[in-house]
Nanobody, 123 residues
Framework: QVQLIESGGGLVQPGGSLRLSCAASGRTLSLYAMGWFRQASGNEREFVAAIRWNGGTTLYADSVKGRFTISNDNAKATVYLHMNSLKPEDTAVYYC????????????????WGQGTQVTVSS
């Protein structure tokens, strides 16, 4: 079992920045990937970004490329999502996810999920 705890959400003005964190505990062996997904009200959960355990591979949704950066600290089994130039359409509940193997964009491939953290972009 793997447990994921997210933090860092909140209210920010358009153009602002936030950093989300997700700490994994439990059976976090090597050769894993962690990702971020988001779900806006009335929408399906969508892929945002993912990273290999050693930081060697990163994936991004087109909607966040150039604005969001995913990074990790493998020693702490923690992944971060640095969000810049935030837009109102980035408003959503952001979920951290964990899978064994390579990072991927399909949500069904991820085995463990955090509880989610709300990000609201509004003036």
């Amino acid at each position: 079992q793997v447990q994921l705890i997210e933090s860092g959400g909140g209210l920010v003005q358009p153009g602002g920045s936030l950093r989300l964190s997700c700490a994994a505990s439990g059976r976090t062996l090597s050769l894993y990937a962690m990702g971020w997904f988001r779900q806006a009200s009335g929408n399906e959960r969508e892929f945002v970004a993912a990273i290999r355990w050693n930081g060697g591979t990163t994936l991004y949704a087109d909607s966040v490329k150039g604005r969001f950066t995913i990074s990790n600290d493998n020693a702490k089994a923690t992944v971060y999502l640095h969000m810049n130039s935030l837009k109102p359409e980035d408003t959503a509940v952001y979920y951290c996810a964990f899978k064994y193997g390579s990072p991927e964009t399909e949500r069904w491939r991820y085995e463990y999920w955090g509880q989610g953290t709300q990000v609201t972009v509004s003036s």
